[in-house]
């Protein structure tokens, strides 16, 4: 038998747990426990590849992404689909590249459409196997850097002077491989493009006026004359402003024969109109006919402000729970968009504006803002003549517009080839004063009529004139919108 050492055994102990598993980690002395995430902070609604996120499966989220591939306000359209109206004025542009074989330039005021316009024709002619080489110009672009990206995207397979079973030519080389080193000039360039056969160029020059290099300018001159004097199957395609034309005409007047000119038009109300249907399809949201008609009337023709307000009042809509827009979610959407204009604004001219709210005259030049809106940004004395069918009415307005570009407040004045005009001291105040009074005047024209009116005081007369809402009935306001008829002839 064994004897004891002296020693008392040890007394059965429990096994202990595994405290690296079995407890969670306390918190270090001085170092705070992780806080659960909160629920209701912002987060992204989509995944970074345009997915549903995990946490929103539902019809709304979905319902948001299909919305910003619907509405586009911040980008051109490039997908057919999407496109609006416009049909005369692409049919005319078709016409104008395949049966008059001319350079067309196209012109308008920012956010008319241009771009989109430019895309889609792109397409248009791609289908008909027209190589189309896009260029975007940039302030500081020259010829020789525009014309050398242009004949790097045309393959040597459609140059004469090679077979398409040339080394060169199945190597997939490109015109850019004939230039030489030195410094492109538009008779160097057409004699290249004058050896392409089996197929025709466009060259799309979008953005012109953005670089205002008189070289460039005089160069592209003269590459249209050259292209067109010999025949060659390459035609231009540019768009930009009133001002690009002018410019262009006056370095080789000969060139008028050899151009198209379109100003690009706003759209009509039916146009804004099928701009709308065509996002209640791709989204599945639907929109009330009082909240499109809010929308046409405020868009007041221009696609931009269009697409701005239907895709702000759709996610309005898609943020409280519906899938229909309503009236309030447009005035909502108009809200924001009068914040992001006003962001663009100077403090000094936003206090001019605030002052003018004050007078009673700011509504009325909201009234003014939209007919410069679509006329380079300027108004005459005739623009007042049309809003104003009292004589003394008119007289009193004009003296206080007068007495505004005097003093510089927020109007100054221009003399150009029309004679004596007004222009808005900064761009961005246009549509902040046009979208200001059109809500104004359409939610107004919305109220019952009362049947004891208050006095107006004689500060405010001429503003309530022009306030006064459409007597048109409600399913066509867009055709209230101030927009004179001169506009489309006197940019």
């Known amino acids: 038998m064994a004897r004891s050492m002296g020693r008392k055994p040890k007394a059965a102990q429990k096994p202990q747990p595994n405290l690296v598993f079995a407890a969670p980690p306390t918190a270090r002395e001085g170092v705070s426990a992780k806080k659960p995430v909160d629920a209701a902070f912002p987060r992204f609604q989509s995944m970074a590849g345009d997915q549903l996120s995990p946490r929103l499966n539902d019809r709304f989220a979905s319902a948001r992404i299909k919305l910003r591939s619907a509405f586009t306000p911040s980008q051109p359209i490039t997908d057919r689909k999407m496109f609006a109206g416009r049909t005369d004025v692409l049919t005319t542009l078709i016409r104008s590249i395949e049966d008059q074989r001319v350079h067309v330039i196209m012109y308008g005021e920012r956010g008319i459409g241009k771009t989109s316009l430019v895309h889609v024709l792109t397409q248009a002619a791609e289908e008909a196997r027209y190589i189309v080489v896009y260029c975007s110009c940039g302030a500081g672009s020259t010829f020789d850097e525009i014309f050398r990206a242009v004949a790097g ?12 079973t040339t080394d060169a030519a199945e190597r997939g080389g490109t015109l850019a491989d004939l230039l030489p080193t030195t410094t492109l000039t538009p008779r160097l360039v057409a004699d290249l493009f004058a050896k392409l056969t089996g197929t025709r160029v466009l060259v799309v020059l979008d953005e012109f006026d953005v670089c205002d290099s008189p070289e460039f300018r005089r160069n592209i001159a003269e590459l249209i004359k050259n292209l067109s004097d010999r025949s060659i199957r390459t035609q231009l395609v540019i768009a930009g402003v009133a001002a690009d034309l ?24 039916s146009e804004v109109n099928h701009l709308v249907e065509n996002g209640e399809e791709l989204s599945g949201l639907t929109y009330d006919k009082a909240a499109t008609d809010f929308i046409v009337f405020v868009a007041n023709g221009s696609p931009y402000l269009a697409s701005l307000l239907s895709h702000h009042s759709g996610l309005a809509a898609i943020d409280k729970g519906r899938t229909h827009v309503a009236v309030e979610d447009v005035s909502q959407a108009v809200d924001q968009a009068l914040t992001e204009f006003r ?3 100077s403090k000094h001219t936003l206090l001019q504006i605030d002052q003018a709210g004050k007078t009673g005259v700011r509504h009325v030049l909201g009234v003014m803002a939209g007919a410069a809106l679509f006329n380079n940004g300027r ?18 307005f004009k003296a206080t517009i007068e007495e505004l570009a005097a003093k510089h407040m927020l109007l100054e004045t221009h003399e150009d080839e ?37 006095a107006v005081p004689t500060t405010e007369k001429a503003a309530i004139v022009a306030e006064k809402p459409p007597e048109k009935p409600a399913d066509k306001p867009a055709q209230a919108a101030i927009a004179t008829p001169r506009a489309a002839g006197r940019s």
């Open 379 to 396: 108004f005459d004395d005739r623009d007042v003549d049309a809003v104003y069918p009292s004589a003394a009415n008119a007289a009193s």
């Open 418 to 454: 029309y004679g004596r005009g007004y222009r808005f001291a900064e761009e961005a105040v246009l549509p902040y004063l046009w979208i200001l009074a059109a809500q104004k005047r359409f939610l107004e024209g919305r109220k019952p009529a009362v049947a004891d009116k208050p």
């Open 343 to 345: 962001g663009r604004i």
């Open 246 to 269: 002018t410019e262009l005409v006056e370095h080789i007047p000969s060139i008028r024969r050899n151009i198209f000119a379109l100003q690009v038009p706003k759209m009509s109300a």
């Open 153 to 164: 995207d045309i393959p040597l397979l459609f140059h004469s002077g090679f077979a398409p």
